[in-house]
């Protein structure tokens, strides 16, 4: 995920062209925003997860999720810091922790929950990390719980 300009916690993307098409308009993003090769790991039809239409704001967002190696994330976060945005739209990337601290039950992904996040980027983050089976649905619910936000 990424800090945005706005305080808030989100994921990389923006308004596309039709013209465009998505995946080559989130590609463009995510190489102005995180400063991602996409020839190496650009975004696909196959990594689609889900669409969500925003009838009272007039748009339609669409969920990515791609896998990718613990040695791209790396390169992922070094080229950020030299993205045409960085410093712009994105502060800079942050890594989600995926799991909660024993001693307090709190700490971890129940803290970065407590976050202000944009839009549905919590939604999405928790739908994501169930889909890929990263986390369980009760893990998920349990998080929330400690956290105090609650899964819409």
Same mark, same amino acid.
């Given at each position: 995920?990424?800090?945005? &300009?706005?305080?808030?916690?989100? &994921?990389?993307?923006? &308004?596309?062209?039709?013209?465009?098409?998505? $995946?080559?308009?989130?590609?463009?993003?995510?190489?102005? $925003?995180?400063?991602?090769?996409?020839?190496?790991?650009?975004? %696909?039809?196959?990594?689609? /997860?889900?669409?969500?239409? !925003?009838?009272?704001?007039?748009?339609?967002? !669409? &969920?990515?999720?791609?896998?990718?190696?613990?040695?791209?994330?790396?390169?992922?976060?070094? /080229? /950020? %810091?030299?993205?045409?945005? !960085?410093?712009?739209?994105?502060?800079?990337?942050?890594?989600?922790?995926?799991?909660?601290?024993?001693?307090?039950?709190?700490?971890?992904?129940? /803290?970065?929950?407590?976050?202000?996040?944009?839009?549905?980027?919590?939604?999405?983050?928790?739908?994501?990390?169930?889909? $890929?089976?990263?986390?369980? !649905?009760?893990?998920?619910?349990?998080?929330?719980?400690?956290?105090?936000?609650?899964?819409?």
């Amino acid at each position: 995920m990424q800090m945005r &300009f706005d305080g808030r916690l989100g &994921f990389p993307g923006g &308004f596309v062209d039709l013209e465009e098409g998505l $995946e080559a308009g989130l590609n463009r993003e995510l190489e102005e $925003e995180m400063g991602l090769d996409v020839r190496i790991c650009g975004i %696909t039809e196959e990594d689609w /997860a889900a669409t969500e239409v !925003h009838d009272e704001q007039n748009f339609v967002s !669409h &969920f990515y999720i791609k896998k990718i190696t613990l040695d791209q994330i790396r390169q992922i976060e070094t /080229a /950020a %810091t030299t993205a045409k945005d !960085h410093g712009l739209e994105s502060l800079g990337l942050v890594r989600v922790p995926v799991y909660t601290l024993p001693r307090d039950k709190a700490g971890g992904l129940p /803290a970065f929950l407590s976050n202000t996040f944009i839009g549905t980027a919590r939604e999405e983050l928790l739908m994501g990390l169930e889909q $890929e089976g990263i986390l369980s !649905h009760a893990e998920i619910q349990k998080a929330l719980k400690a956290s105090g936000a609650r899964r819409q």
